[in-house]
């Protein structure tokens, strides 16, 4: 069928026109009316070709095909020489199309690059921890010669929200926890007719390890996910960036806030998990083991030092600053996605409730060493 780029002249096939990329669709739709199998057995002509670009000469290469497109300076001498330079080029790049073969790595290989991985990650997450922490600090000392710039009001808001609110969960598990001491302890115990010591064991373990460790842990996953969770969404409206534009430290305006309401809820709760737990197994003992309050109360006395209880209250600040530098952390991390937030969050419960059982071990052994 004769059209304005191609016509047949008995058995050969003229091209004529210019064949640029401004034509591309209408030649594209005139080749698509020859038939191929008359095609390919039709002679080409191109001398009546007056431009010819890049994407013409895909055109006629898919035409012809690449062999016959190679010796192009053959038969078609009135060809121009750029032209089919042209030809020759893209024939040569279409013999030999790209195919790139993904390497093959065995399963142990993949699982050692897969620990590189994550070991580097670890390690770039704890430098910028680290990093922030001396942020924070750094603030700090600025601002404690400056009562002026403390934010009281942020700081009783976020007590509340951290504290205050989270005493009954705190409470209620400890009290649990240590009725399950309890329990635990006095099956063991009475096979050796040593019932009495079960008030020990519940003493112990909440005044040093449990009382503190898991208001931390609590606090971890109640409060610093919040933590992350309102930063976020704060760096995904572009509020923090509108802070920095008004000459606000974000560091002083929202992270020392929390970091103080922090240092201040996770003592008091510890307090309160550690007596939580003590009245939990108080309870047990009273009703399963024939000890009496004032009994339980005698031996608390007279057993237990008030050591175990400055070692226990002693990780409570320490807790708490991780928690809280943690979880502030993660939210200034968000990218501004709504999944961005949620991976956040969930990486700054699990980066708290890690390193709140690391420090709750290095601590254990120094002041086993130190004989506290």
Not at 9 to 23: I, K, V, Y
Not at 74 to 88: K, M, S, V
Not at 121 to 140: C, E, H, Y
Request: charged residues 15%; hydrophobic residues 55%.
């Amino acid at each position: 069928m004769p059209s304005e780029w191609i016509t047949r002249h008995d058995e050969t096939l003229a091209l004529q026109g210019e064949w640029t990329l401004a034509n591309y669709r209408y030649i594209k739709a005139a080749l698509n009316q020859q038939k191929r199998d008359d095609t390919l057995e039709s002679a080409v002509s191109l001398k009546a070709i007056s431009r010819l670009d890049t994407a013409g000469a895909i055109l006629i290469v898919e035409l012809i095909g690449v062999k016959k497109a190679l010796t192009v300076a053959e038969w078609a001498n009135e060809l121009p020489g750029e032209q089919q330079a042209l030809l020759i080029r893209i024939a040569e790049a279409m013999e030999a199309p790209l195919s790139v073969k993904p390497p093959s790595y065995s399963r142990v290989s993949q699982a050692l690059a897969n620990i590189g991985e994550h070991m580097v990650a670890l390690w770039s997450q704890q430098r910028q921890l680290m990093a922030f922490i001396g942020l924070v600090m750094a603030t700090l000392f600025n601002l404690i010669l400056r009562p002026r710039r403390w934010r009281l009001t942020a700081t009783v808001a976020h007590v509340q929200q951290s504290g205050l609110n989270a005493v009954p969960i705190v409470a209620l598990l400890t009290f649990m926890v240590g009725a399950v001491v309890a329990f635990l302890g006095a099956t063991v115990l009475e096979q050796f007719g040593a019932t009495v010591y079960t008030i020990d064991l519940v003493a112990f373990s909440f005044l040093r390890e449990f009382g503190v460790l898991l208001a931390a842990i609590l606090l971890a996953g109640r409060t610093a996910s919040a933590f992350t969770a309102q930063i976020g969404a704060m760096k995904s409206n572009e509020e923090i960036d509108a802070l920095q534009a008004q000459g606000l430290d974000p560091i002083e305006l929202l992270v020392l806030p929390r970091v103080m309401a922090m240092l201040i809820s996770l003592p008091m709760l510890a307090f309160v998990g550690m007596l939580s737990g003590l009245a939990g197994g108080a309870v047990v003992a009273t009703l399963s083991l024939d000890i009496s309050l004032m009994q339980f109360i005698t031996t608390l006395q007279k057993d237990v030092s008030v050591t175990h209880f400055l070692v226990g209250m002693s990780k409570a600040p320490v807790f708490a600053f991780v928690i809280a530098v943690i979880g502030c952390l993660e939210g200034f991390k968000v990218s501004g996605s709504a999944q961005s937030v949620g991976e956040h969050t969930t990486s700054s419960v699990v980066q708290s409730i890690f390193m709140v059982i690391l420090i709750d071990a290095l601590a254990a052994l120094f002041f086993m060493e130190m004989g506290w």
